[in-house]
T-cell receptor, first 112, second 114 residues
Framework: DAGVIQSPRHEVTEMGQEVTLRCKPI?????LFWYRQTMMRGLELLIYFNNNVPIDDSGMPEDRFSAKMPNASFSTLKIQPSEPRDSAVYFCASGTGFTEAFFGQGTRLTVV | AQSVTQPDIHITVSEGASLELRCNYSYGATPYLFWYVQSPGQGLQLLLK??????LVQGIKGFEAEFKRSQSSFNLRKPSVHWSDAAEYFC????????????FGDGTTLTVKP
């Protein structure tokens, strides 16, 4: 398996634009997690899905953030409108209820 | 809710010296514990994990960690550090109902002197 695949690896956008981050989890994993990493706050769990259903979105910082998982092999994290303080590395991870999270390479987002 | 503390923000060791990175957790029941390593610009790679059983766990790259319930600790060790070990190390804890939903420490940056 190729592991968790995230795209794009880098994204630079202007404030106010919509940004969509994409994730393909490892086949067979029924949990998918979105994390954000910043210098100030470290690694934070934003939201996670189980069997494509959002279970806990309490980490989503604002209504500008939304996440979807239309099927078992694809998830998106959308920010609309984006702001400079959203600049961070966003990680997608997948797993089962009984394994650790397997992380993708991350998307480095810069909002200018 | 669970939490993780990594007391050392930055550690510097000489190549060939031994290493110990500290991790303390807070969780009422038996936790799942992990150590991840992150090289610059990369994702997180799992070094080792503890779910149950033997409290001394072996991982990749010559790392090991020991779970001490009485001290709520899960310290990472390596007997001889290589220059390629320079990276940031994260300790994480998860509950026994969802091993993938982890709470991470703030990380320890390891610098290796030649």
């Amino acid at each position: 398996d190729a592991g968790v695949i995230q795209s794009p690896r880098h994204e630079v956008t202007e404030m106010g634009q919509e940004v969509t981050l994409r994730c393909k989890p490892i086949s067979g994993h029924d949990y998918l997690f979105w994390y954000r990493q910043t210098m100030m706050r470290g690694l934070e769990l934003l939201i996670y899905f189980n069997n494509n259903v959002p279970i806990d979105d309490s980490g989503m910082p604002e209504d500008r953030f939304s996440a979807k998982m239309p099927n078992a092999s694809f998830s998106t994290l959308k920010i609309q409108p984006s702001e400079p303080r959203d600049s961070a590395v966003y990680f997608c991870a997948s797993g089962t209820g009984f394994t650790e999270a397997f992380f993708g390479q991350g998307t480095r987002l810069t909002v200018v | 809710a669970q939490s993780v503390t990594q007391p050392d923000i930055h550690i510097t060791v000489s190549e060939g010296a031994s290493l110990e990175l500290r991790c303390n957790y807070s969780y009422g029941a038996t936790p799942y514990l992990f150590w991840y390593v992150q090289s610059p610009g990369q994702g997180l790679q799992l070094l080792l994990k503890y779910f149950s059983g033997d409290t001394l766990v072996q991982g990749i790259k010559g790392f090991e960690a020991e779970f001490k319930r009485s001290q709520s600790s899960f310290n990472l060790r390596k007997p001889s550090v290589h220059w390629s070990d320079a990276a940031e190390y994260f300790c994480a804890v998860a509950t026994n109902t969802n091993a993938g939903k982890s709470t991470f420490g703030d990380g320890t940056t390891l610098t290796v002197k030649p």
